[in-house]
């Protein structure tokens, strides 16, 4: 639960961070026209109540597990409000310092959902564009880079779903040899301990022969005089 509250605390400081800006970001772009008014103060505002949201879920338990669910299903709607309503071709790298932070948490059914809405909202996007026949940035509509986009999204959320399920194997082989490494150490210090016993009974065994043979002796000396 330690690692949990370590990795929920980093992801919040760089949730923020990405939020602040994107506010910022959607706010300045509104004011300067290069956006509508109404779909800046949209994702301005729909920014700022997720992050509100993950704070308060935060602050309420910080190792909890609740945090990576709620932070991922706001940022995920933000992402799609900032992805179909897009000017620019770029917004769709968006994606990836989420996709990238939330395989801290070596959760490879986690990261493979998380990937394959990212993927399913950037197809939405082409889709759209195609049926439009333009692009986000208003030129005409590009096949290569409509499928560029797609398949880098693809491409970027199956690497790291993979990392995560090579991680959790990794982990894995290295816990069971630290386990074998443990149960050979009880082992031997189980085999040691039973030697000592054996030692401790031939010794006993010995000691008490030698009484006897002494006796005998005596015995044997007081009979001769």
Known sequence: MKYMKKTNTFVIIIMTIIDVFLIGGYLQDAMKGNISMNLGIIVAAATA??????????????????????????????????????????????????????????????????????????????????????????????????????????VAGSALTWITHLEKVMKGEQMNEVKSEKEKSEQILSDVLALGNTVKENTNKADALMEELNDATTTALETLK
């Open 49 to 154: 109540a997720t992050l509100v949201a993950d704070y308060v879920v935060y602050f309420i338990k910080k190792d909890g597990n609740l945090f990576r669910f709620v932070s991922i299903i706001g940022y995920a709607a933000i992402y799609g409000i900032a992805l179909i309503n897009a000017k620019s071709d770029t917004v769709f790298t968006m994606a990836f310092p989420i996709m990238v932070m939330y395989v801290l948490y070596f959760d490879t059914l986690f990261m493979g959902i998380i990937s394959g809405v990212f993927l399913v909202l950037n197809i939405v996007s082409v889709v759209m564009a195609a049926i439009s026949g333009s692009m986000p940035s208003g030129i005409d509509f590009a096949l290569s880079s409509a499928l560029l986009q797609a398949a880098t999204i693809g």
